[in-house]
Nanobody
């Protein structure tokens, strides 16, 4: 089994910054892409940013230039640096990882428990 543990959410004023982290542990042979998604009240979960094991990144248009995703493959950890935060960034942020648990298995998607980010004055 694989666990993803997130940390770093909280309350911040508009224009402020927050940093999220997500560490994967358990039965891990290899991790392909890792990413962050978010879900605001009454809305569907949406992609925020993803990063491959090689470091290629992809961002939602709404966060380009403000958020930066990175990862430490040795620590099986992904990070999200969020700058110039806006009230519309308020949501529960979820970590995702595509994990392969053995040489012969396909990857499975795992999710963190979610961490609340609130941007408000």
């Amino acid at each position: 089994q694989v666990q993803l543990v997130e940390s770093g959410g909280g309350l911040v004023q508009p224009g402020g910054s927050l940093s999220l982290s997500c560490a994967a542990s358990g039965n891990i042979f290899k991790i392909y892409a890792m990413g962050w998604y978010r879900q605001a009240p009454g809305k569907q979960r949406e992609l925020v940013a993803t990063i491959t094991s090689g470091g290629s990144t992809n961002y939602a248009d709404s966060v380009k230039g403000r958020f930066t995703i990175s990862r430490d493959n040795a620590k099986n950890t992904v990070y999200l640096q969020m700058n110039s935060l806006k009230p519309e960034d308020t949501a529960v942020y979820y970590c995702n990882a595509q994990v392969v648990s053995s040489y012969y298995s396909a990857y499975r998607d795992y999710w963190g428990q979610g961490t609340q980010v609130t941007v408000s004055s």
